[in-house]
């Protein structure tokens, strides 16, 4: 696989090339500015690109704006320095698919690689409920209902379970839910039960 780093700084790009170094099918190429990436990416027909959101000319959020644009299921991650919810959740929003601290361990990019390969995304435990706070602070609180099914996913339950627990129907559990995600940051049902579990901590 094709793998671009689109970053200024020739420090972090030899340090991403190094956690890189022992997968032999990952091959890596790198370019140091926003423009440069966009065209990068598909001129190289990468499969992935790690896109820092600082760079010196365009940010990494137009970079990954840009790309998702033109190839809706690009494998993109956004990084930075800055570990701030706020910046990974507006990495999210523009398309990227993960989110990483240029702090995150070597293990960490290579599992994020592996996520986005597979066709999935990926946050850190700790990034997915700082996100799942500050979406929920900013969407308001969450209603007595939807703590209740966030408490029971947390304790395992699947949505039958709940809706029996409840005393409501399927079809409700499924719509509280579709609620819960978007006021929780949550792409997938797995991602919601994560969150659940880890709010509840």
């Not at 499969?47 to 704006?65: C, Q, Y």
């Not at 946050?123 to 979406?135: Q, R, V």
């Not at 209902?145 to 949505?159: D, F, H, K, T, V």
């Not at 559990?173 to 579709?178: E, F």
Request: aromatic share 6%; with cysteine.
């Amino acid at each position: 696989m094709r793998l671009l780093i689109v970053d200024d700084h020739p420090v972090v790009v030899t340090g991403c090339r190094a956690i890189f170094a022992g997968r032999p099918e990952i091959e890596t190429f790198d370019v140091r500015c926003g423009e440069e990436g966009v065209e990068a990416y598909f001129a190289l027909g990468a499969d992935l690109a790690l896109i820092d959101v600082n760079l010196p000319d365009i940010s990494g959020f137009e970079v990954i704006r840009r790309i998702c644009a033109r190839a809706a299921q690009a494998r993109l991650v956004g990084f930075s320095m800055n570990a701030d919810p706020a910046v990974a959740a507006r990495a999210i929003e523009v398309g990227a698919r993960a989110y990483l601290t240029k702090s995150d361990p070597p293990e960490v990019f290579l599992e994020a690689v592996d996520a986005l390969m597979a066709g999935g995304e990926y946050l850190t435990p700790a990034m997915a409920s700082e996100i799942a706070f500050l979406n929920a602070r900013s969407a308001g609180a969450l209603s007595e209902r939807e703590s209740e099914i966030l408490a029971r996913l947390a304790a395992g339950r699947s949505w039958p379970d709940i809706a029996a627990d409840l005393g409501v129907s399927y079809k409700t559990i499924a719509g509280n839910c579709a609620v819960l995600k978007s006021k929780l940051g949550a792409r997938t049902n797995q991602d919601l039960v994560r969150i659940a579990v880890e709010t509840r901590r």
